[in-house]
């Protein structure tokens, strides 16, 4: 299976991708290409570590729907059987879920539907969740629709919340413990068992 891998930051989970392919953790798959939509992600420097093709499309230099076009080129052009979004910060498009219906996942830093939907992303998803007081977080990895957060939901891992957290070491611990653990896992699954949504 051909892997087209979305990302916007440092990458930390193209990098748990990429280990468990080595690591046979994640088989019968390769990542065929990394789109970034921000030229100064770190993720690019990973993907050039490990001589994965890699392209930049920022959505600064287009309209939403060039931006979507030119990204559904790439994996088609690439020959993507699925579409890894690692930890990107884009909305995509009506086109990319069209071409690629029941064909793109999410990793999301909370236990859907709590935290989620529209301004929920990043940092923000752990202040909230400090915020309200929550004893245990999680990530989540969902199918992508038409929905912000909103597709059917393949893996779920907890965290525990300490006292002491801060959103950042909430945040790196999530990272750790769940977001890097079930996003190859779910790989995996639909790899060896094309877990694709009816």
Sequence with gaps: ???????????????????AIINKKITNSEIAI??????EAYAL????????????????????EIFDDIICEIMK????????MAG???IIGKKILI?????????HPSLIPS??????????????????????TGATVHYVDDTIDGGK???????????????????????KKAEHVILPMAIEKISNERYFTD
Excluded: W
């Design 115 to 136: 935290f989620c939907g529209k301004g929920m992303y990043g940092i923000r998803v752990h202040e909230e969740a400090l915020k309200r007081g929550v004893k245990i």
């Design 34 to 39: 990394v789109v970034s939509n921000n030229e």
């Design 153 to 175: 939901i393949i893996f779920q891992k907890t965290v525990k919340v300490n006292p002491n957290d801060t959103p950042t070491i909430l945040q790196k611990r999530v990272m």
């Design 45 to 64: 420097k990973r993907a050039k570590k490990y001589k994965l093709q890699s392209e930049i499309v920022c959505k600064k230099n287009n309209t939403d």
């Design 88 to 90: 990107f910060l884009a």
């Design 1 to 19: 299976m051909r892997l087209g891998v979305l990302v916007s930051g440092f990458g930390s989970n193209l990098q748990a991708i990429i280990e």
């Design 99 to 107: 071409e690629f219906d029941k064909k793109i996942i999410n990793v």
């Design 77 to 84: 052009k690439n020959k993507v059987d699925l579409i890894v």
